[in-house]
């Protein structure tokens, strides 16, 4: 969403002007201040039209996060206010637990980010040929290992780690592809693609603040062990929503069983089992099983954490329709410094986008498209797929646009005096939708968009003019 610099003492940020809001400081601009109609000190930004007269001289300025609201807080803010009341008891709270999860100071360590130390990127396309293959081959270790457990037999995790190893190079050569691959819902048992998913997000996370590939492999492969407990668990706890407090005792225990079976386990090594011991650890202490506390919840379990209850926000068991990917980040941003350490959060949230791929969004034309490939440079203006009209029909030939492009196409007429920007209509996500919310094949468009120089195109996509 922006690059953190500091100047002069003062902690700026570099933000697009597509993406700035009312309440921010604008501390600098990415031109002398002489050459526009601003005050030389900086300004509060009060109002819309300053905005669009920031739009109109700027591509990108600075902001100071001191002074002014940020550009994930004010974003989150603004979400919060408008889904709160829909957004409250999806995810039951832990009894008793939940009243410790009034905002206090956490013991918790500043998080040591490295930017940019993944930053060669494969083309997407190019990618999924390796990761659609590897996919399938996590997604059938994961099933075994659950197998086995189910029937006494000895857990194959030399394969899971083989495999989950190889899913942190995919992630780390292009994370598109298997984001793409696990959020499409082609098989029905939670289980296994919660575990798979979780296991991507971790990554992508890790990805986005430098973990070097050793933590990444014990990162992943941890969440990708971390629900094995649950093959000793009824099946109709499991689904049981809500659950009263002897049966959610009963419930928790999934996370010691899973952690003494890997202790069984030859060439486990502790650190993925303490991922799988600690990824229901909350920094307030009101997680399980051991109600532990800020920094005495080692860094990956919080990592875990983190993407576990992302997940199961947005894909929630025995519900037909999961929640948007907006709405589980506000739900995520309302329990930072609470049961997640807020900095983790932030950048949890800057690593995956408020519309990651797969995402089905509607734009300021009105038109609905799905997310297809992520600009990590400009998070709010991906790659999209259009496939209905601003009245919500379906388009015969769906259309290709990358909002990234189509920005600097339209801005560079605006610099160029060619045209004015009242007479430029710049293409925005204005929200986010519900999986379901329309009758869109998903599936259907990302084995298009992936797989289309592999065979005939199920429908050709035409670029917007």
């Not at 983190?306 to 999961?322: A, C, K, Q």
């Not at 968009?449 to 670029?463: D, R, V």
């Amino acid at each position: 969403m922006g690059d953190e610099v500091v100047a002069v003492g003062v902690k700026q940020i570099k933000v697009d002007v597509n993406d700035l809001t009312v309440g921010m400081f604008v501390s600098g601009l990415d031109r002398p201040w002489t050459q526009t109609p601003f005050p030389l000190q900086g300004f509060y930004i009060r109002e819309a039209e300053e905005i669009r007269q920031l739009k109109n001289h700027c591509r990108h300025v600075y902001i100071d996060v001191a002074k002014g609201s940020g550009p994930v807080a004010q974003k989150l803010k603004t979400l919060q206010a408008k889904e709160q009341s829909e957004a409250r008891g999806l995810i039951k709270e832990k009894g008793a637990r939940a009243a410790r999860n009034s905002k206090v100071k956490l013991d918790v360590s500043p998080l040591k980010i490295r930017r940019d130390v993944y930053s060669d990127q494969v083309p997407l396309q190019k990618e999924v040929k390796q990761a659609r293959q590897l996919h399938q081959a996590v997604f059938n270790s994961v099933s075994e290992v659950i197998k086995q457990l189910g029937s006494g037999g000895d857990v194959p995790v030399q394969e899971t780690r083989r495999v989950a190893s190889q899913m942190v190079d995919s992630v780390l050569r292009n994370p598109d592809a298997f984001t793409w691959l696990s959020r499409v819902k082609e098989v029905d048992e939670h289980t296994y693609s919660h575990s798979v998913r979780s296991a991507v997000w971790a990554i992508i996370f890790g990805r986005h603040i430098g973990m070097s590939k050793k933590d990444l492999d014990v990162l992943a492969l941890g969440v990708l062990l971390k629900d094995v407990g649950k093959t000793k668990i009824d099946r109709q706890l499991l689904d049981k929503n809500p659950r009263s407090a002897a049966e959610e005792h009963e419930y928790e225990r999934f996370v010691e069983i899973g952690v003494e079976i890997l202790r069984r386990t030859p060439n486990v090594e502790p650190r993925v089992i303490s991922v799988v011991k600690y990824h229901c650890e909350r920094v307030n202490g009101s997680g399980f099983p051991l109600q532990l506390r800020g920094d005495k919840i080692p860094l990956l379990g919080k990592v875990a954490g983190i993407v576990t209850y992302y997940d199961e926000v947005t894909n929630p068991r025995g519900e037909l329709h999961p929640l948007s990917p907006s709405k589980a980040v506000a739900k995520l941003y309302e329990r930072r410094d609470k049961e997640f350490q807020e900095e983790l959060v932030v950048e949890f949230i800057r690593a995956i986008g408020l519309y990651p791929t797969g995402t089905i969004v509607e734009l300021n034309t009105g038109e609905v498209a799905v997310v297809v490939e992520q600009n990590f440079e400009r998070r709010l203006k991906p790659k999209v797929i259009i496939v209905l009209d601003a009245c919500k029909e379906p388009l015969s030939k769906p259309i290709f646009l990358d909002l990234a492009e189509d920005d600097r196409r339209k801005q560079a007429l605006v610099d160029s005096g060619k045209k004015r920007f009242e007479e430029v209509e710049k293409i925005e996500i204005s929200q986010d939708l519900e999986p379901g919310r329309f009758d869109i094949d998903i599936k259907k468009i990302r084995d298009e968009y992936l797989f289309k120089s592999e065979k005939k195109s199920l429908f050709s996509f035409f670029k917007r003019d």
